[in-house]
C-alpha cells in the first residue's frame, strides 16, 4: 500500500537552532515529492518539487533533498516566523491523471525566540 | 493576482442536510482538485475535474458525494444527507496543467461541522 510518513510529529527548536524533517514514502513510482507550509486555518503553501534522487532544492532557510526512501527538509537557522506544520506529500505513478497527492501528516514545528 | 477562492470558509449542518463547498480556481487554471482533510489525519485526495469534465474520481466515497466544474462559475462539491463522519475541513486546489510539474496551489479550505 503506497504511504507517506513523516517524523517528529512535532519539534520545538530555539531560534537560529537547526534540525531536519524526516518525510519517508512507499508509492508505486514516484513522479514527484512535494514539501508544502501549513499555517494554522490555511491551505497548504507549496514549497518544493523534487522529481529524482540526489535532487536537492532550497528556499531561504529551507533545503530539501531527496533519497530513494526519503526526504529531507532541513532548517537552518530557524526563526519564529518558520513555526508551521510542514507536509510532506508524493505523487505516485498509477499511469493515470496525476496530482493524486498522497500526504503525510505532517510535522508540526514551533520555533522559539 | 487572487489565489484559490474556496466560500464558505465555515459550514455548519445539521445531519441530514446538504452541504455546498465552493472552489474558484486561479486565474488560468483549468486543473480542480479536491482532497479532504480529517481530524488527526493526512488530506486525503477525492476529484480532479476539467471544465465540464470529472476526469478521476476514485477517492470520492460512491454515495452522496458529487462534484461538478460547470463551462461557467466555480467547482462545486455537493455532500447529500451529510453525516457526523463528513465533518472536515475541505480544500481545493488548482493547476495550471494536469502534469506532475505543475504543482498544486491550494485554498483556505472550508471547514463543515455537522452537528
Redesign the interface.
Known sequence: EDQ?TQSPEALRLQEGESSSLNCSYTVSGL??L?W?RQDP??????LF?L?SAGEEKEKERLKATLTKKESFLHITAPKPEDSATY?C?A?PNYG???????????TLLAVQP | NAGVMQNPRHLVRRRGQEARLRCSPMKGHSHVYWYRQLPEEGLKFMVYLQKENIIDESGMPKERFSAEFPKEGPSILRIQQVVRGDSAAYFCASSPQGTYNSPLHFGNGTRLTVT
Open positions: 507517506v513522479r514527484g512535494f508544502y486555518g490555511k491551505g497548504p503553501e507549496f518539487t522529481y507536509l506529500a505523487d493515470g491523471a496525476t496530482n493524486k497527492l498522497i500526504f503525510g501528516t505532517g
